[in-house]
C-alpha cells in the first residue's frame, strides 16, 4: 500500500533553516508529483510547493517563494523540502502528498514550530 512517512521537523528559532524529508513507498514513485502541504493551527491546509515526477518543474506558494526549496531523488523514493529563512508564520504541519491515479494520499506530518 502507498506509504508516505515524514521526517525532520523540530523547534527552530526564526531565521533558521530545517530540511524535511518523506520518504515514499508502495507505488512507483518517479512516475509522479510529488506535493508539499502546511497546517498552521487554526488554518486551512495550503499548498507550500510542488514538483514534477523527473524533477524538471517545481511552483511554491508566494509565501514560501525564494525561501523553500522542494527537490527529490528517485533513486530514494524520497522528497525533500529545504526551508531556509523561516519566519513564525512558517509555523505549521508539515504534510507530504502525492495525487496518484485520482486519490490523494498523506502523510502524517512533522511538525515545525518556528520560534525565538
Known amino acids: 500500500q502507498v506509504q508516505l512517512v515524514e521526517a525532520g521537523g523540530g523547534l527552530v528559532q526564526p531565521g533558521g533553516s530545517l530540511r524535511l524529508s518523506c520518504a515514499a513507498s508502495?507505488?512507483?514513485?518517479?512516475?509522479?508529483?510529488m506535493k508539499w502541504y502546511r497546517q498552521a493551527p487554526g488554518k486551512e491546509r495550503e499548498l507550500v510547493a510542488t514538483?514534477?515526477?523527473?524533477?524538471?518543474?517545481?511552483t511554491y506558494s508566494d509565501s514560501v517563494k525564494g525561501r523553500f526549496t522542494i527537490s527529490r531523488d528517485n533513486a530514494k523514493n524520497t522528497v525533500y523540502l529545504q526551508m531556509n529563512s523561516l519566519k513564525p508564520d512558517d509555523t505549521a504541519v508539515y504534510y507530504c502528498?502525492?495525487?496518484?491515479?485520482?486519490?490523494?494520499?498523506w502523510g502524517k506530518g512533522t511538525l515545525v514550530t518556528v520560534s525565538a
Open positions: 502528498n502525492t495525487p496518484l491515479d485520482g486519490m490523494n494520499y
Open positions: 508502495g507505488f512507483t514513485f518517479g512516475n509522479y508529483v
Open positions: 514538483i514534477s515526477s523527473a524533477a524538471y518543474t517545481t
